[in-house]
C-alpha cells in the first residue's frame, strides 16, 4: 500500500509477517528475549499479552484522565458555588446560597465530561495521531495488518539491530515474510 | 419459523478473520448490497424527516400554543416524547459499557449499532425540551452558563439545570465512545476500500490509524476508562431525568423510587428498539452468522429482567400512594389513574410493559423472531404510554378541583413526534450504509477468543468453531 509518501532509501525497519495472533506472541517474546527494545507489532484487534511480551508498559492515559476528571469536577463545583453564592445570589424558598446536596450532580456530570475528553485526547495525543503517512505503510502487504495478518516490526533506531543478523533471526521465527521497509 | 438450536454460538458457520470482515465491510464498499428494504426505510425517513422539519418551522412561527399543552397541563407530549427517547439511548450505553464491565463478549457484535441508536435518540430527545422552550433562539442564556451581559446565571439548584447538563454530557460522552470504537475500523475500511476518494475520506477520519500494539495498549486504557465512566454516567442520566418528577410535589409524581424504576424502564425501551432494528437487519444484510439466535435470546432475558424491575415500580407506585397516606397521592392513583378518565392508558401500559414480557419466560418464544418482534412493539408503546401516564396525566388533576382540565393533544404534537422517528430511522439507515454497522476489529477478537486463543489454525483457511465456545448453556 502507498499513501504517496516519499522514499528516502532509509531503512526503517525490518518486518516480519505472520499469520495469526498465536505465532505473533511467541515471535515476540523470543524478540524481546533476544533482547530488542525498538521493537513494535501491527495487529488487526487488540492482542491481549502483546504488551507485556515486547515488554511494552504505559500507564499515563489512566493518569490524564484522572487529572482530567479531578479538573472537570473542580470546574463544576466552582462554577455553581460562584454564581451561587458570589455573583448572582438569589433567595430560593430560604434555601442556603451554597446549597451542597444540589450542586452535586453538576458536579458529577463536569467531572465525566472532562474526564471523557481527557481519555480521547490524550490517547490519541500519546500515539502521535492523526498521522496520516507513517514509514510501516511501505511495508509489502501491509493493507492486510488491519485484516488478517500480524506484523511485528524491529526498527533501525533499535541498539542490537544488525541489517544482516536481525534479518537471519527474524527469519528462523518462521514468519511468512521477511522485508526490509524504507523510512 | 424454526426455531434454532438451543445451544448456537456468537459466530456461527465456518469463520476467518478475512470472512468477518467482508461480511461487515462490504456493506459500506458495495454498495450494492443495499437494496430495496434499504430505499423503503430511507423514504420512510426522510418523509418523517420533512414532516419533523414543517413542524418546527410552524411551530416556532406560531409559538407552542399550536401544542395541546396549557395550564395545568404545562409538560405534555413534549416532555412524553423527551424522556421516551432518552430512555431509547439508554440500551446502547448498557450493551457498549456495562456488558464490557461485566465481562460479556457477546455485546462485541451488537454494540456499534446501539451506541448509534443512543446518540441518534438522545438528538431527537434533545429537541422536545429546546423547542418547549418556545424560543429556543435565546434558550442559550436559560441553559448554560455563561458570562453574560445581563449578568444572569441559570438556578442550579433546579432539576431542570442538571437535566442540561446530564444530558449534555451524556451525549458528548455516548458521541466520544462511539467514535473511539468506529477509528479502527475506518482503517480497517481505508485499507480494503477500492475507491479513491473513499480511500482519502477514510485515511481522514481514521487519523492514521496503524493498528500498532502501542495504539492498541493505550487505546484499551482509554475504551476500558470511558466504560467505566459511562456505566454511572447512563445512571445519573434517567435519575435525573426522574428528579425532574420526582423532586416536585405533584401527586403522581412526588415518587421516590422514580430514579431506579426510571433507569431500569430506560433500559427495558431500549433493549426492545435494539432488538426492533437488529432482527430485520441481520436478516436483509445476512449478518445471522454475527447476530445469533444467542444473542437475540439473551437480549431478550434482559428485556424481561427490565420489564420486571419496571412492574415491581407500579406496584410501589400503588403502595406509596397507599402507604404515604396523602389523600392525594391516593386519589391520583387509583381515581385518576386506575379507574378514572385515562385508565385506558394506565391499563393499556400495563399489558404492554406488565404482561407482554412474561413471554420472554418461554424459550421457544425468545427464539422465535416474530414473536420477540411484536413482544419490542409492545414494549415500546408501554413505554411511551407509561410516560403519558405519570407526566401529563398527573397534571389534569391538582390540589384544586376547580383547576382539573383534560388533555387532549393536537394533530402538531403528533406530528412532531412522528417526525423525530422518521428523523430516527433516517440517520439508522445512513449509518448502516456508510459506516461499519458491526464493530469489525471487536469481532475478530471475540472469535479468537472463541479459539481460546489458538488462532494458527485459521490462518490458512476458516474453521468451524467449537461447540459451545464462550460463557455457559442456556
Not at chain 1, 27 to 40: H, L, T, W
Not at chain 2, 258 to 274: D, I, L
Not at chain 2, 315 to 340: C, K, Q, V
Amino acid at each position: 500500500m502507498s499513501y504517496g509518501g516519499s522514499s528516502t532509501g532509509e531503512t526503517y525497519a525490518l518486518v516480519a509477517e505472520f499469520a495469526s495472533a498465536e505465532e505473533l506472541l511467541v515471535a515476540a517474546e523470543k524478540v524481546s528475549q533476544e533482547g530488542y527494545r525498538e521493537v513494535d507489532a501491527y495487529t488487526p484487534f487488540p492482542v491481549h499479552g502483546l504488551s507485556d511480551a515486547l515488554r511494552f508498559h504505559d500507564v499515563k492515559v489512566p493518569w490524564f484522565i484522572i487529572c482530567g476528571g479531578l479538573c472537570g469536577g473542580f470546574f463544576g463545583f466552582t462554577l455553581q458555588w460562584y454564581t451561587a453564592t458570589i455573583d448572582y445570589p438569589l433567595n430560593v424558598g430560604g434555601k442556603p446560597f451554597n446549597s451542597l446536596p444540589s450542586f452535586f450532580p453538576v458536579t458529577f456530570e463536569c467531572t465525566i465530561l472532562f474526564s471523557a475528553l481527557t481519555a480521547l485526547i490524550s490517547m490519541f495525543a500519546l500515539n502521535g495521531l492523526p498521522k496520516p503517512y507513517h514509514s510501516i505503510f511501505n511495508t509489502p502487504g501491509f493493507e492486510r495488518a488491519s485484516k488478517d495478518r500480524f506484523f511485528l516490526a524491529i526498527e533501525k533506531s533499535d541498539a542490537k539491530y544488525d541489517p544482516e543478523a536481525t534479518r537471519v533471526f527474524l527469519a528462523s521465527l518462521s514468519p511468512l515474510a521477511v522485508s526490509e521497509v524504507e523510512e | 419459523m424454526p426455531l434454532t438450536p438451543l445451544n448456537d454460538r456468537m459466530i456461527t458457520g465456518e469463520q476467518s478473520y478475512a470472512t468477518i470482515d467482508q461480511s461487515i465491510s462490504s456493506m459500506i464498499t458495495d454498495q450494492k448490497r443495499h437494496t430495496r428494504p434499504w430505499f423503503i426505510m430511507f423514504l420512510i425517513g426522510i418523509m418523517g424527516t420533512g414532516l419533523l422539519g414543517c413542524t418546527i418551522t410552524w411551530l416556532v412561527y406560531q409559538g407552542v400554543g399550536v401544542w395541546g399543552n396549557n395550564v395545568p397541563t404545562a409538560w405534555a407530549f413534549d416532555i412524553v416524547n423527551f424522556v421516551w427517547w432518552i430512555g431509547i439511548g439508554h440500551a446502547g450505553t448498557l450493551i457498549s459499557a456495562i456488558l464490557l464491565l461485566l465481562r460479556q463478549p457477546w455485546r462485541n457484535s451488537i454494540n456499534r449499532f446501539s451506541e448509534a441508536m443512543t446518540i441518534f435518540a438522545v438528538m431527537c430527545a434533545g429537541m422536545f425540551p429546546l423547542l418547549h422552550t418556545g424560543r429556543p433562539w435565546v434558550a442559550i442564556y436559560w441553559l448554560f452558563p455563561y458570562p453574560n451581559i445581563m449578568a444572569l446565571w441559570p438556578q442550579f439548584r433546579s432539576p431542570l439545570m442538571w437535566d442540561v447538563f446530564a444530558v449534555s454530557t451524556y451525549f458528548t460522552v455516548s458521541l466520544l465512545f462511539w467514535f473511539l470504537g468506529l477509528v479502527p475500523d475506518f482503517a480497517t475500511l481505508r485499507d480494503q476500500s477500492k475507491n479513491k476518494f473513499a480511500k482519502v475520506l477514510l485515511a481522514i477520519v481514521c487519523l492514521g490509524w496503524r493498528g500498532s500494539n502501542r495504539h492498541w495498549h493505550r487505546y484499551e486504557q482509554a475504551y476500558l476508562i470511558l466504560a467505566g465512566l459511562s456505566t454511572p454516567l447512563v445512571l445519573s442520566v434517567h435519575s435525573i431525568v426522574s428528579f425532574d418528577f420526582a423532586s416536585s410535589i405533584v401527586p403522581g409524581w412526588n415518587v421516590t423510587v422514580f430514579p431506579p424504576y426510571f433507569v431500569a424502564g430506560a433500559v427495558f425501551a431500549g433493549f426492545a428498539m435494539v432488538l426492533t432494528f437488529a432482527i430485520p437487519i441481520r436478516k436483509i444484510y445476512k449478518l445471522e452468522h454475527l447476530i445469533t439466535a444467542r444473542h437475540i435470546d439473551w437480549m431478550a432475558k434482559i428485556t424481561l429482567a427490565t420489564g420486571l424491575i419496571v412492574a415491581y415500580g407500579y406496584t410501589l407506585e400503588l403502595f406509596y400512594a397507599w402507604y404515604s397516606g396523602n389523600p392525594h397521592e391516593w386519589d391520583m392513583t387509583f381515581y385518576r389513574r386506575i379507574t378514572g378518565p385515562y385508565s385506558w392508558a394506565y391499563w393499556s401500559l400495563i399489558v404492554c410493559n406488565v404482561v407482554a414480557p412474561q413471554a420472554f419466560w418461554f424459550p421457544w418464544c425468545r427464539r422465535n423472531l416474530t414473536v420477540v418482534m411484536i413482544v419490542c412493539q409492545f414494549v415500546s408503546v408501554g413505554m411511551w404510554l407509561e410516560r403519558f401516564v405519570i407526566i401529563p396525566m398527573s397534571l389534569t388533576a391538582n390540589y384544586l378541583p376547580s383547576a382539573n382540565r383534560m388533555y387532549y393533544p393536537t394533530v402538531w404534537d403528533f406530528a412532531m413526534f412522528g417526525g423525530t422517528i422518521g428523523f430516527f430511522i433516517m440517520l439508522m439507515f445512513l449509518f448502516i450504509r456508510f459506516m461499519p454497522v458491526i464493530n469489525i476489529f471487536e469481532v475478530k477478537d471475540l472469535l479468537y477468543k472463541m479459539l481460546g486463543n489458538k488462532d494458527a489454525q485459521i490462518g490458512e483457511a476458516p474453521v468451524e468453531l467449537p461447540e459451545p465456545a464462550l460463557g455457559r448453556s442456556v
